[in-house]
């Protein structure tokens, strides 16, 4: 080889040496500044995200201008910012009629219109970029004396979640302060997508377990989480001192002793966690949970000064009773003739029980306001309701049904439309104001208290197990890594339902060390489903066992239900349409399944489980679990859900031997009948998917020393129609029975209970509270032509009496002896003779997956009447065991009697199938 050849390699290979280890450049890098080798990223966020959930802007002549505020972080240079612009004209006539926009006071940009939308992009001038309150303003023309603008003048419609700010950023050289934590993760433009928890010590998965929820304290949204190092756009490092030092560039943050926190040098992000034991960075992370951070611009902060800052709180209120609207924000719009939405946020603690009425006391100015004016009221994105502006004070009320409210992030949005008077000249000078007096206010009422077995609580507190900061709780996590990753983001979500987070909760991966933590424990099972423990699974409900099968759920999606739901009057139009697509049926076999229900171990301790149907990825199915539509729909004590539904797979009841499910109404004494000991063999009925009916093992008395008369069963066979079980066979929740009278509160639907007072005559003391369930109720009247649908009053009651005329409503009083045997044999006598009553109307049909559903719903309801003998005690302490033992020995001849009629019409096969 030539001596040219051989000095022509060398430089290409000291070349290509060069430009591999060289630090990258961004070309629009600031001349003279050290971005410490850092690689330029672009973040970007919607323009909804700083508009308080605002979809849009409306920009004409009632509302010429809008504004947009931003911070931009002072961590970072900017090295470019774009504005891109989505909008379209709001009538015909806006050809010739430009469009304005103005960043931070600076020249104005005109875009001129062709009368159609566009998409526009836009260069900002990083020179003129503030780290605080960048403004970026939007307007048309103000109208003038010489040109009073009106309805002919331009209008547009910015979009906001298709509009966005993008920020190009580069680090700085210096690093990171402690009070930047709070900024980077809060700020929409500099939020991560990802965050890497890299941990050492005795009790890694306690100690991300705690990071995760205080980075989920702290966002919007929970991020994606990763375990590998150096894998995340922020990245945690937390361990001793000595088992991270090699991990870390900046020693001065492991100089010292006692727990400390604080950011190393360089990019991406690190934030340290380090201390001189476990026990030492367990509690920190702890302490990064519960509280803020302080806004110190110091490179670290220790663990006494975390605990002065303030704690975590809801990101909404929690209320309950009566709440003022002006404890809840503004309330007053803002003067002009298109005001901005005034939004009122709150969360609630059982929303699946709740309804309400808001009453609002407007007060408008008579500065050139037409007669046809408006305020609208949209809770979560439902219409519930709107009055016109007709007089300057006007109070007017809204009721809230049940099934609108939400456990976390309710959003109440009031818009006021205002229009000009048409006789009156330039308009658009004229300034009007809405505002609300102080009377205005949110009544929420919740008359029925949901069991703590349902998914509605669980997802807006996380009760029970969040109780105490999860002191009693007990959670476990997957083994495989990224299954592990996405339960992460889980635990990140809870944290919302209880402001300081499960901080002491204990965590475990794997169920090998379950044996050793369950006593005295609520369990929450977040799992994959191949990783369920066998006697989580065999003691689940039957719904979740049939998940876990794969097979197929046929129901309502609740998603869909909630979309259509409508209230107001003259609405005879929309409830029509609806009770039409109230009969269509939805299905999902593949997605999630969720579950709470007693503990396997101790009777007053709850399981609950989150995990994946077989053939679906188990962080897919987190994943769309974790939206806020998903999250806020599950109910029940069965949820199943897929990416697009969420159905409710069977209801919840009250839980035999936990104490908190309770009705607070009911007596606090404990009762003197106890069926936790007790275990009968599970009743097969043939062909159904019936749950297992846990009844009593008795011993009987001696019955001669009873002055009680039984009641006599008369019956014959009946003919079995199964497309009438699911309406015609209903059992009724009682209230705990006095020695005096029977209280009956049925939880059903407004339609089945109109039918079921019609037909069956049930006994009473008083009219129940019945839910605003409207579907139901619209099933019924889709299902038959001379149903005629009225609409709905607001109230209950009235709704009722449109629903069934007063003479075909019986409520009397109900004949029970005052001695506690005849309490007892009464109650059972009368739940009999409306089993008699319901089984004499059945006729024979094939309608196969009516009967299952119709046993799953007998089993349910059977298991709720057991559970509430279990309050007989709390109301007369000197029943004697003979009493208890009859009332028993009547359920079971009950139950036997329905299962031999039930078995004896199973359906047959069907090609050589069981269905």
């Not at 609208?376 to 009320?397: C, E, F, W, Y």
């Not at 049925?746 to 007072?757: F, H, Q, R, V």
Request: net charge positive; aromatic share 8%.
């Amino acid at each position: 080889m030539s001596q040219f050849r051989l000095n022509s390699l060398k430089t290409v290979a000291i070349i290509a040496i060069l430009s591999a280890t060289a630090p990258a450049a961004s070309a629009n890098a600031v001349y003279g500044t050290n971005h410490s080798g850092s690689m330029a990223q672009t973040h970007s966020a919607p323009l909804s995200a700083f508009q308080s959930k605002a979809e849009k802007f409306v920009i004409d002549w009632r509302s010429p201008s809008k504004t947009i505020t931003f911070d931009a972080p002072d961590t970072d240079f900017i090295t470019s910012a774009k504005l891109f612009l989505s909008a379209d004209p709001s009538r015909n006539n806006a050809r010739g009629h430009s469009l304005f926009i103005q960043f931070n006071q600076e020249a104005p940009t005109e875009i001129k219109s062709t009368g159609r939308g566009f998409d526009a992009q836009l260069k900002l001038q990083t020179a003129k970029m503030k780290t605080k309150n960048n403004t970026i303003r939007l307007y048309v023309q103000a109208p003038t004396d010489a040109n009073c603008a009106a309805h002919d003048d331009s209008a547009w419609v910015v979009d906001l979640n298709n509009s966005k700010i993008a920020l190009t950023r580069q680090a700085k050289s210096q690093s990171l302060k402690v009070g930047d934590v709070e900024n980077i993760l809060g700020n929409p433009l500099t939020t991560p997508q990802s965050v890497s928890l890299y941990t050492r010590g005795e009790d890694v998965t306690a100690l991300q377990s705690l990071l995760a929820q205080g980075v989920g304290q702290r966002m919007k949204a929970a991020p994606k989480f990763t375990t590998l190092k150096g894998k995340g756009d922020f990245q945690i490092i937390a361990g001793r001192r000595d088992q991270i030092s090699s991990f870390v560039k900046d020693k001065s943050i492991l100089a010292g002793t006692g727990a400390r926190l604080g950011f190393d040098e360089g990019r991406p992000s690190r934030l340290i966690f380090t201390g001189d034991t476990d026990a030492e960075v367990l509690a920190l992370a702890r302490a990064f949970s519960q509280y803020e951070l302080p806004r110190t611009k110091r490179l670290s902060t220790t663990i006494g000064e975390i605990h002065m800052q303030k704690r975590f709180s809801e990101k909404a209120p929690r209320i309950s009773g009566k709440t003022k609207l002006s404890a809840l924000g503004n309330t007053a719009f803002e003067a002009g003739w298109n005001p901005a939405d005034e939004v009122y946020e709150f969360n609630l603690s059982d929303p699946a029980a709740s309804e309400g009425q808001v009453t609002l006391e407007l007060a408008s100015s008579e500065t050139a306001l037409s007669a046809n004016n408006a305020i609208s009221l949209r809770l979560n994105d439902h219409v519930i309701g709107h009055t016109r502006l007709d007089q300057p004070r006007k109070t007017a009320s809204f009721s809230i049904p049940s099934g609108l409210l939400r456990g976390q992030k309710n959003e109440l949005r009031l818009s006021a439309d205002l229009n000009a008077d048409a006789e009156k000249a330039c308009n658009g000078l004229a300034s009007p104001g809405v505002y609300l007096k102080s009377n205005s206010q949110l009544i929420l009422t919740s008359n029925n208290e949901t069991p703590l077995s349902d998914l509605s609580r669980f997802a807006a507190t996380g009760a029970p197990f969040s109780d105490a900061n999860g002191r009693d709780t007990l959670i476990i996590l997957p083994r495989n890594n990224s299954d592990y990753n996405a339960a992460l983001a889980v635990i990140a979500k809870l944290a919302e339902s209880q402001a300081e987070g499960w901080n002491q909760a204990q965590f475990i991966r794997g169920t090998a060390k379950l044996e050793a933590y369950k006593d005295n424990k609520n369990i929450l099972f977040i799992l994959p489903s191949t990783e369920l423990p066998s006697i989580a699974k065999h003691n689940a409900p039957k719904t979740v066992r049939s998940a876990l099968r794969g097979h197929r759920y046929e129901g309502q999606d609740l998603l869909q239900v909630k979309s259509e739901q409508y209230a107001g009057t003259n609405a005879q139009a929309a409830y029509q349409a609806i009770a039409q697509k109230a009969k269509q049926r939805n299905s999902v076999r593949l997605g999630g399944v969720a579950a709470l229900y007693s503990s396997p171990y101790q009777s007053d301790k709850m399981v609950g489980v989150i995990t994946n149907v077989p053939g679906q990825s188990f962080p897919s199915t987190l994943q769309s679990l974790l939206t806020e539509d998903h999250w806020n729909a599950i109910e029940g004590s069965v949820a199943r859900w897929s990416d697009k539904s969420v159905f409710m797979a069977e209801l919840s009841a009250p839980l035999i031997g936990f104490s908190r499910s309770i009705s607070p109404s009911a007596s606090s004494g404990k009762s003197g009948l106890n069926f936790s000991n007790f275990d009968l063999p599970e009743i097969n009925v043939p062909h159904f998917a019936i749950p297992n009916w846990d009844l009593p093992k008795v011993s009987l008395p001696d019955l001669s020393s009873i002055t009680a008369s039984l009641p006599k069963f008369d019956f014959e066979l009946p003919n079995i129609d199964g497309t009438e079980i699911l309406e015609k066979l209903t059992f009724w929740k009682t209230e705990t029975p006095s020695t005096e009278t029977l209280s009956t509160k049925p939880n059903i639907s407004i339609a089945e209970y109109a039918e079921a007072k019609a037909d069956a005559g049930i006994k009473t003391t008083s009219q129940p509270t019945l839910p605003l369930d409207y579907s139901d109720y619209l099933r019924k009247a889709a299902a038959s032509p001379q149903f005629d649908a009225p609409s709905p009053p607001s109230q209950s009651q009235s709704f009722l009496e449109a629903a069934l005329p007063d003479s075909q409503i019986t409520i009397r009083e109900a004949n029970v002896s005052t001695t506690p045997a005849n309490t007892a044999l009464n109650w059972v006598g009368n739940s009999w003779t409306t089993i008699k009553q319901k089984i004499s109307a059945w006729r024979p049909k094939k309608d196969v997956q009516n009967m299952q559903k119709s046993a799953q719903s007998i089993a349910k309801n059977w298991r709720s009447d057991s559970s509430r003998l279990s309050g007989f005690g709390t109301t007369q302490k000197n029943w004697t065991n003979q009493s208890i033992s009859v009332a028993a020995l009547l359920l079971i001849l009950a139950v036997g009697v329905l299962a031999f009629l039930l078995g004896a019409s199973s359906p047959k096969s069907r090609n050589g199938k069981q269905y």
